[in-house]
Nanobody, 120 residues
Framework: QVQLVESGGGLVQAGGSLRLSCAAS????????MGWFRQAPGKEREFVAA????????YYVDAVKGRFTISRDNTKNTMYLQLSSLKPEDTAVYYC?????????????WGQGTQVTVSS
């Protein structure tokens, strides 16, 4: 089992920045690929970004490329998502996830989410 806890969400103006964190506990963090997803009101949850277990490979949905950066620190069992140049359409609950496969699906463990609200 892997337990995941997100933090760092909040209210920010359009064009601003936030850094989300995902703290992991339980089984070996470095053995898992990690990802970020988000769910806006009335919409389905969507993939945002993924990072391989080593941190060398990353993958982003087109809507956030060049604005968001995913990273991880395996010594701290923590993953990050730097959000920059935020837009109102980035407003959503952001979830981190852990799984055995690097990519945009097939994640086994999920956090409870952190709210990001971008005002125009």
């Amino acid at each position: 089992q892997v337990q995941l806890v997100e933090s760092g969400g909040g209210l920010v103006q359009a064009g601003g920045s936030l850094r989300l964190s995902c703290a992991a506990s339980g089984r070996t963090f470095s053995g898992y690929a990690m990802g970020w997803f988000r769910q806006a009101p009335g919409k389905e949850r969507e993939f945002v970004a993924a990072i391989s277990w080593s941190g060398y490979s990353t993958y982003y949905v087109d809507a956030v490329k060049g604005r968001f950066t995913i990273s991880r620190d395996n010594t701290k069992n923590t993953m990050y998502l730097q959000l920059s140049s935020l837009k109102p359409e980035d407003t959503a609950v952001y979830y981190c996830a852990a799984g055995r496969t690097f990519g945009d699906r097939d994640y086994d463990y999920w956090g409870q989410g952190t709210q990001v609200t971008v005002s125009s």
